[in-house]
């Protein structure tokens, strides 16, 4: 279970947080929504201790700040903008699973399930976009943990990929898996979550149950209307 | 304390300065020029009939001087600004270790793969000046050696501290530049230019050389070599009159560790604070 109380995040003396307070189930996918520079991206940065908030964030009963290695334990973070340096994709994950203590033995079949294991031995800095993407999701998938931070995780993917990415995600969530996902695209969000969290200017403003009413709010929030 | 996850970071340091082209180019070049000036060295002793390591060292000691620094403050200055950058220390970070571990990872690495390229350059000297002309000052080679290391880290945690502060490759490359510039030249000139100018005693021309890696590694490297006044300058000489030789070699060892740990200690802290996005 994630529980985020009245969180404050200010860089550069702008107000990227407001007071934004959300409960997230354990097993639950919840989609964060909203306009760019709403601040969807800042609240998973503030799950991982990227930067300095104001306010609690509780993962799993564990503080964010006071057990920063418990929560990230916890937690897979899918970025937006996956980097990984000049490594080659089987030495990143390799990185990741002695980090983690997990089996290196899965790393081939973790590359497989993304569709990256003819690339295995390729450098990271020459993947496309799109393949830095599912490495990002291999090491999600390799560190299997309870809760994926996803954002905008489907942005730089082929059809192929999106149907892969897809099918990986719904699978997570048959086996119970946690997932906070930020994105603008309103296929990922009603296929991949129960729930909408609205933001917009840093305050949330909407927290959407019905599918029905997904639509709308993703709509509002591409356009970057205001309610 | 973390030394597993802190080992792991640096092992993945090591690899990348390996894959960077600047690091073994620097490198390399750093090889050859070891190389070169023992050659030189050598032909010089065979007709003046002086001991191999000691004309070595002396040559070694200035390139050590001039390229090290130059090497570290670059290679520190891109260790976090550069994956601050292309958002590499983001996925680093998500991962369960703390800003100590991949602070102080980053860092050893980085130091261990300078010290690596240092050892290769000038072991490869030193063998070939071992074979080739036999004993001579083997102590005061394998000091030069030690003390090129210490430089390095404290150079190294110059440039970490500038990496963590300017955050963008650009700036961090400039400001390298401009720092290697001021510790290896301009502090010479200004130290030159402020004794003509403020009528400097030797005291305080003692205490502006102690403020710089460099001349504190000059005057350590030149009193390992000889203690002739003409060669260790006013600074050395003062130095010596005031605190001895075991004096002078303490202060100036313990302010070159001050030197790397300062630097690197304040980099923490802010880098503790640093937002990551």
New interface residues.
């Given amino acids: 279970m994630i529980v985020a109380t009245d969180l404050c995040l200010t860089?550069e003396e702008r107000v990227i947080l407001d007071h934004v307070s959300f409960k997230v189930a354990r097993g639950e996918s919840v989609a964060l929504v909203g306009p760019n520079g709403s601040g969807k991206t800042s609240i998973l940065?503030c799950l991982?201790?990227?930067?300095?908030f104001e306010g609690r964030i509780l993962v799993h009963g564990h503080d964010a700040v006071r057990e920063?290695?418990a929560v990230?334990?916890l937690?897979?973070?899918v970025?937006q903008?996956?980097?990984?340096?000049?490594?080659p994709a089987a030495?990143v994950l390799a990185?990741?699973a002695?980090?983690?203590r997990i089996d290196r033995a899965r790393i081939p079949e973790t590359l497989r399930a993304v569709g990256l294991e003819a690339h295995a031995s390729e450098?990271v800095r020459t993947f496309s976009g799109g393949m830095q993407q599912r490495l990002?999701l291999a090491?999600a998938l390799l560190s299997d943990t309870p809760v994926l931070l996803l954002d905008e995780p489907s942005a730089s993917l082929d059809h192929d990929g999106q149907q892969t990415f897809f099918d990986i995600v719904a699978r997570l969530r048959k086996r119970g898996h946690t997932l906070l996902l930020a994105s603008h695209r309103p296929e990922e969000v009603e296929s991949l979550t129960d729930r909408v969290l609205h933001l917009d200017c840093g305050r949330m403003v909407g927290d959407v149950a019905p599918p029905t009413k997904l639509a709308r709010v993703i709509a509002l929030s591409a356009r970057g209307e205001r309610r | 304390m973390r030394l597993r996850e802190i080992a792991l970071v640096a092992a993945r340091e090591v690899r990348d300065a390996l894959r960077s082209r600047w690091f073994v180019l620097a490198a390399g070049c750093f090889f050859a020029l070891s190389l070169g000036l023992s050659m030189l060295g050598l032909a010089g002793a065979q007709r003046s009939g002086l001991a191999g390591f000691d004309r070595t060292t002396a040559s070694l000691l200035n390139l050590a001087l001039l390229f090290v620094p130059l090497l570290t403050l670059s290679l520190g200055g891109l260790g976090i600004a550069g994956e601050l950058e292309d958002g590499s220390l983001a996925m680093l970070l998500s991962q369960p270790i703390t800003r100590f571990d991949a602070y102080a990872g980053k860092y050893l690495g980085l130091l261990a793969a300078v010290s690596a390229s240092i050892l290769v350059g000038f072991g490869a000297t030193g063998v070939i000046v071992g074979v080739s002309a036999g004993g001579g000052n083997v102590r005061g080679f394998a000091t030069l050696v030690a003390l090129t290391l210490l430089l390095g880290a404290a150079t190294l945690s110059i440039g970490t501290l500038l990496s963590v502060a300017l955050r963008t490759r650009a700036r961090v490359i400039g400001a390298a530049f401009a720092v290697w510039l001021l510790l290896v030249y301009v502090s010479d000139l200004g130290t030159i230019g402020l004794t003509i100018a403020r009528n400097l005693g030797p005291a305080q021309i003692f205490i502006l050389a102690l403020l710089n890696p460099v001349q504190q590694a000059r005057v350590l490297g030149t009193l390992t070599l000889s203690q002739r006044l003409d060669v260790l300058g006013p600074v050395g000489v003062f130095g010596l009159d005031q605190f001895g030789m075991v004096g002078l070699t303490v202060l100036l060892l313990s302010v070159l560790v001050a030197t790397a740990a300062a630097p690197l200690a304040c980099g923490y802290v802010w880098f503790r604070r640093t937002p990551v996005t």
């Fill in positions: 860089l940065r991982l201790g990227l930067v300095p920063p290695i990230r334990t937690l897979s973070y970025p903008k996956a980097a990984f340096g000049d490594a030495e990185f990741v002695t980090l983690r450098r990002s090491l």
